[in-house]
């Protein structure tokens, strides 16, 4: 792996797979903390478990980290690409990003770009596909809650089969091992329409507190009835959630109490795969997992 560091890296520094061993996630919190991300240990670990990652260590010590998500043979997301502020600008964060596009081999690879990342990635052939929105804060009892309209439920296990179908033709890609894994972890609900769920979203514990996604939809309408049940049912919590910048709702959201804080460039190198149906992302899983 070492023979795509730069010359002017320190002889020292070693790239290899990341493990779900204790001491990688550990270290890999502490790299994302001292990026100012709020990664916990477990969205370290299902991140890794759901995934492939390069580490990059010098002297024991962990000092960058990329990760990547294939979904099928076509497609794959990266993210969590971090090098250590004191070792920045050496040409680090180019050899793990060489690293896990080997990893991703003839993918087409999505990626959310934090605004330091863009000129690296645009070296590498990543184009400008859109953008992405968080939004996020805590919410409050006293904030007027969305209606509830249309007739939201807790899904069902027997209902999985069909989200699964639902977030394949609007993702583009089978991810069902992800999706699977995340509602485990939080909680899932679906708009129903004649005893069939046509739109769902999950909510699960990540960062600062709750994020609400992936939230999948035929419409806005439908998209509004999700959050708003889960606005509703996490009062005083710390929510997130991150918006496509055509999803239409971010002047909605921030009416609900949840006001946009960032937002990151969505990069793509090769052919995005096509969406087959009528239902489209109202809201990522998460900036890497797309
Ligand atoms: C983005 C990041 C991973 C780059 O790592 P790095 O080791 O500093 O990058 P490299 O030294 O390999 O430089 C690669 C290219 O990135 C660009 N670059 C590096 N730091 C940059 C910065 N702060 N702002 C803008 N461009 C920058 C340069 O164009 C450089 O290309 P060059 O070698 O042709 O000049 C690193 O700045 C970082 O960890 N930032 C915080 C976390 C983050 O935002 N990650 C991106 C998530 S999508």
Redesign the pocket.
């Known amino acids: 792996m070492n023979s795509i560091l730069?010359p002017e890296a320190r002889p020292s520094i070693a790239l290899r797979p990341m493990t779900g061993a204790k001491r990688d996630l550990e270290s890999a919190l502490q790299l994302s903390r001292a990026?100012?991300?709020a990664y916990r240990l477990e969205d370290w670990r299902i991140a890794q478990v759901l995934g492939q990652g390069v580490l990059a260590e010098e002297n024991g010590q962990v000092i960058?980290s990329?990760l990547c998500w294939p979904y099928g043979d076509a497609f794959a997301t990266c993210?969590?690409?971090?090098?250590?502020?004191a070792?920045?600008?050496?040409?680090?964060?180019?050899?793990?990003?060489t690293q896990v596009l080997e990893l991703t081999g003839d993918r087409a690879v999505m990626?959310?770009?934090?605004?330091?990342?863009?000129?690296?990635?645009q070296?590498f052939g990543f184009d400008a596909l859109g953008s992405v929105h968080q939004h996020l804060a805590q919410t409050s009892a006293d904030h007027p809650q969305p209606s509830a309209d249309l007739p939201v439920r807790i899904a069902r296990a027997n209902d999985l089969e069909a989200l699964l179908q639902m977030d394949q033709r609007a993702f583009g890609a089978d991810r069902r091992r992800m999706i699977g894994e995340l509602t485990q972890n939080g909680a899932v609900a679906v708009v129903e329409c004649a005893g069939r769920p046509q739109a769902y979203a999950i909510c699960r514990p990540f960062g600062l507190g709750q994020v609400i996604g992936p939230v999948v939809a035929t419409g806005t309408e439908d998209a509004k009835a999700l959050i708003g049940y889960f606005l509703r049912t996490n009062l005083g919590q710390t929510l997130r959630i991150d918006i496509p910048g055509d999803s239409g709702l971010g002047p909605w959201l921030t009416a609900q109490g949840l006001p946009e804080v960032g937002q990151?460039t969505t990069m793509i190198r090769g052919q995005h795969p096509a969406i087959s149906g009528p239902e489209r992302i109202f809201a990522l899983a998460s900036?890497s997992f797309g």
């Open positions: 730069p990026a100012g991300w960058g990329a993210g969590s690409i971090i090098v250590a502020p070792m920045q600008g050496r040409g680090l964060g180019r050899a793990l990003l990626l959310n770009s934090t605004a330091e990342g863009t000129r690296l990635y070296s990151v900036q």
